[in-house]
């Protein structure tokens, strides 16, 4: 099993609906995990942070982590077309080193 | 604030050729430093990493070595590029085992 794992998607929601991102993890990975987003042909950006169980909440986004499951989540409300990119979801190694997922691809359609 | 700079931005070189990427961070002192790569369709995969000058940690054999030299700037370089070594190259920073922020990227092509 990879540390962390995504879907590759794509994921295609419509203009304005909620788009859940999921990732799983393995024991292999510690607490912290953090959320990018990469736009074609661009680098990652950080979105969001999340260290301890439950919800984390900023703008439009929310992440939730859930360790007794081993998942960490990514809602994006009032989804845009403009939110249409590839999330990256990464968990903290030993080291202060990132593991990164595949990536879900996400397509918001008009 | 902080910054981080790479350059160049895009680079075509051919097979054998050697190769220096370089990235700057503006703004915090004493930042751990990474490089990624990532290939066309792929994950991004871990280089190097440096807690300090002259600390360097690699990741996975290859004809990459990395070097910093100031507190601030991080080398990436090869003596002779392979085909496989195309890829998107990225630094990244951070302080601690936090939030790791990248740099733009250079996307490097070998013929």
């Known amino acids: 099993q990879k540390e962390v794992e995504q879907n590759s998607g794509p994921l295609s929601v419509p203009e304005g609906a909620i788009a859940s991102l999921n990732c799983t993890y393995s024991?292999?990975?510690?607490?912290?995990f953090f959320w990018y987003r990469q736009y074609s042909g661009k680098s990652p950006e950080l979105i969001m942070s999340i260290y301890s169980n439950g919800d984390k909440e900023d703008g439009r986004f929310t992440a939730q982590l859930n360790k007794a499951s081993q998942y960490v989540s990514l809602l994006i409300r009032d989804s845009q077309p403009s939110d249409s990119a590839t999330y990256l979801c990464a968990a903290l190694q030993a080291g202060n080193m990132l593991t990164f997922g595949g990536g879900t691809r996400l397509m918001v359609k008009p | 604030s902080q910054t981080i700079h790479q350059w160049p931005a895009t680079l075509v070189q051919p097979v054998g050729s050697p190769l220096s990427l370089e990235c700057t961070v503006e703004g915090t002192s004493n930042p751990n430093l990474y490089w990624y790569r990532q290939a066309a369709g792929r994950g991004l995969q871990l280089l190097f990493y440096s807690v300090g000058i002259g600390q360097i940690s690699s990741e996975v054999p290859q004809n990459l070595s990395a070097s910093r030299p100031q507190d601030r700037q991080f080398i990436l370089s090869s003596k002779k590029l392979l085909l496989s070594d195309s890829g998107f190259y990225l630094c990244?920073?951070?302080?601690?085992?936090?939030?790791?922020?990248f740099g733009p990227g250079t996307r490097l092509t070998v013929t």
């Open positions: 990244a920073w951070s302080v601690g085992p936090y939030e790791q922020y």
């Open positions: 024991d292999r990975v510690s607490q912290s």
